[in-house]
């Protein structure tokens, strides 16, 4: 009965790490990246789509550096604003991924 409650007591536990663990804004954007580059790479993606998407990516950037230096971090309101946004790009690199356009 004891280890039933301890090995319950670890997975509510490390349950609850997990959705308290912030999510890394960082890697996300190294994986957005990755999956543009892997698009013009097997030409799912055209040059126009890429320089679009590359460029939309590029502005993120510069608003997640922004906003880190703006108060020492991400706040929990710029963190889910970010995310929106990095939703909307992740989106976006699906729907010209998959278009059939090709180079």
């Known amino acids: 009965m004891r280890h039933l409650t301890w090995f319950t007591t670890a997975i509510l536990g490390a349950g609850l790490l997990v959705a308290q663990a912030p999510p890394n804004v960082k890697a996300r954007q190294n994986r957005q990246d990755a999956r ?21 990516d590029k502005a993120l950037d510069a608003k997640i550096r922004h906003d880190r230096k703006d108060g020492g971090g991400l706040s929990v309101k710029e963190r889910k604003r970010i995310q929106k946004l990095q939703n909307k790009q992740s989106k976006k690199i699906e729907n010209q991924r998959h278009d059939k356009q090709t180079k």
Do not use: C, F, V, Y
Not at 38 to 56: I, M, Q, V
């Open 36 to 56: 543009i580059e892997k698009g013009k790479a097997d030409g799912s993606l055209t040059d126009a789509e890429a320089k679009k998407l590359e460029a939309r």
